[in-house]
């Protein structure tokens, strides 16, 4: 079986860590107003995740999960155990009855997930599903209509292949399509060339060496500009370079929005 990832900790200074502590910083204003020890979060796509442990130990959810992968099931409730939490993981297709109860969970985060679906709509829908009214979710998908989709392209064709090119719009559109409220949808950080990979590319290959070594250049690259901006301040996203794209929605709340409209309409 393949190792558990090492646990994520914002707090780890090195400037490897710092997309991580990026990361962190998003999720500390996201949650900033929120109270949300003991509320219920679900990862779809949580085969050996990171981020199940991470929600648990520095926001205090109740963590779950789904994914097929009955392997990646285990590993990522064994992770979240390993950090000393609690959880529920379920090996299931989101897309059935067999999953959790819709509208159960105040926040349904995904990583990694959305782009690998044609109607990313549906998709969004399918996930939107699961959210309390007025609940909150967080779409992360790999930005691949910039560069780090060009390199991945370049480097390992099947990989690439198997995402579906997802720009800032087409996400945002999903969303509201599906009927939740935009609160914020943009590309995330300016570098992570980290992003891309080799995985499934023989090794006994000239191609590999040289495409581990562009890829080990590109790395470093990134690392260097880190650096800069722990320096002097973060450079700004871009559709071509940003490695990501970050949405937070939330699901209408039809019978607080109806008493807000009371509330207002009974003002002088």
Same mark, same amino acid.
């Given at each position: ?50 981020? +199940?442990? %991470?929600?648990?130990?520095? $926001?205090?959810?109740? @963590? %779950? ?18 950090? /000393? /939490? ?13 999953? $959790? ?48 989709? $060009? ?43 980290? @992003?891309?990979?080799?995985? /499934? ?8 060496? +040289? ?5 080990? $250049? +590109? ?13 002097? /301040? ?9 490695? %990501?794209?970050?949405? %937070? ?20």
């Amino acid at each position: 079986m393949t190792p558990l990832p090492k646990g994520l900790n914002p707090r780890a200074g090195k400037t490897r860590n710092y997309v991580n502590r990026r990361f962190h910083e998003e999720f500390q204003a996201c949650f900033s107003r929120i109270d949300t020890k003991g509320k219920r979060l679900l990862e779809i796509g949580c085969a050996r995740s990171i981020w +199940l442990p %991470y929600f648990a130990k520095e $926001f205090g959810f109740d @963590v %779950y999960g789904v994914d097929y992968s009955e392997v990646g099931c285990r590993q990522a409730l064994k992770m979240v155990r390993t950090e /000393g /939490g609690d959880g529920k993981v379920l090996c299931a297709d989101f897309f059935s009855t067999s999953c $959790f109860k819709p509208e159960s969970f105040d926040v349904v985060v995904s990583f990694g997930l959305v782009e690998h679906f044609q109607d990313t709509t549906a998709c969004i829908a399918a996930l939107s599903g699961f959210l309390k009214p007025g609940g909150l979710m967080i779409t992360n998908i790999p930005n691949m209509v910039g560069a780090v989709g $060009f390199f991945q392209k370049m480097v390992n064709r099947p990989v690439y292949e198997l995402h579906v090119p997802v720009d800032q719009k087409r996400l945002l559109q999903a969303h509201v399509s599906s009927g939740l409220q935009i609160l914020a949808c943009d590309y995330f950080l300016f570098i992570n060339f980290g @992003v891309c990979n080799l995985n /499934g590319v023989s090794r006994n290959s000239l191609g590999w060496v +040289l495409k581990k070594g562009l890829l080990t $250049f +590109l790395s470093q690259f990134s690392l260097a500009v880190w650096f800069l901006e722990e320096q002097f /301040g973060s450079l700004r996203s871009s559709r071509f370079m940003a490695p %990501y794209i970050n949405c %937070y929605a939330r699901k209408p709340n039809p019978s607080v929005e109806k008493a807000n409209r009371s509330a207002g309409e009974g003002k002088p």
